[in-house]
């Protein structure tokens, strides 16, 4: 079946330094891709919706400066969060639809824990 | 606007015992999607099932079932004969028929089965 890979699984960071959080869909394309960000015992909640070519669509209340998205191909988006602090500490969820099958359910990746020292 | 209500927060029961968690959704939309993903300790998300709006008939597969009721905008999954294994976070989801966008999670129930 449909597979989301996510890199990397765990990290740690100072803070303000920048972190790269890559979402691959493996074995199919993905003109849309979806990024959540989930706390410690909540919900997920989506942040930005990333379209490939184009730019990102972010939710309110999320910074597009702070919270960097790049769709460069149909198999991969990546979220950049810059200058990160330790309120930015969270589990980073992406997920995707296959091109052309918007009634498929959405495939997630396994999910980035974020922690900022 | 569409919201997805999840109201028992937390459920313990013992290995073997049956148990339901409630959904109960909101939308203006005729199309929808009602999901279920399992969120176990390790953090990815496993896709239980999805429903239509305009499917009503209830689902089992193995020990899970869901019994959609669109007069009660609800949507309950019932474990049958839990198993530690079954100790998660389960999220219940709607989405719009079409795009993804609008891709709404509950805010959880986290279950926990006791040997």
């Known amino acids: 079946g449909a597979v989301v890979s996510q890199h990397p699984s765990w990290v740690i960071c100072k803070s303000g330094t920048s972190v790269k959080i890559e979402c691959r869909s493996l074995?199919?394309?993905?003109?849309?891709m979806f990024w959540y960000r989930q706390f410690p015992k909540q919900s997920l909640m989506l942040m930005a919706t990333?379209?490939?070519?184009?730019?990102?669509?972010?939710e309110q209340g999320v910074e597009k400066d702070k919270f960097l998205i790049n769709h460069a191909s149909l198999t991969l988006s990546t979220l950049t969060v810059t200058s990160a602090h330790p309120e930015d500490s969270s589990f980073y969820i992406c997920?995707?639809?296959?091109?052309?099958?918007?009634?498929?359910?959405?495939?997630f990746g396994n999910g980035t824990r974020l922690t900022v020292t | 606007a569409q919201k997805v209500t999840q109201a028992q927060t937390e459920i313990s029961v013992v290995e073997k015992e049956d148990v339901t968690l409630d959904c109960v959704y909101e939308?203006?939309?005729?199309?929808?999607?009602l999901f279920w993903y399992k969120q176990p300790p390790s953090g990815e998300l496993v896709f239980l099932i999805r429903?239509?709006?305009?499917?009503?008939q209830n689902e089992i597969s193995g020990r899970y079932s869901w019994n959609f009721q669109k007069s009660t905008s609800s949507f309950n999954f019932t474990i049958t004969a839990s198993q530690v294994v079954d100790s998660a976070v389960y999220f219940c989801a709607l989405s719009e028929a079409l795009g993804g966008q609008n891709f709404v999670f509950g805010p959880g129930t986290r279950l926990s089965v006791l040997p």
């Open positions: 997920s995707a639809r296959s091109t052309g099958q918007s009634n498929s359910p959405l495939h």
């Open positions: 429903r239509n709006s305009f499917d009503e």
């Open positions: 939308t203006r939309d005729t199309t929808y999607y």
């Open positions: 074995d199919f394309q993905a003109t849309t």
């Open positions: 990333s379209n490939e070519g184009s730019k990102a669509t972010y």
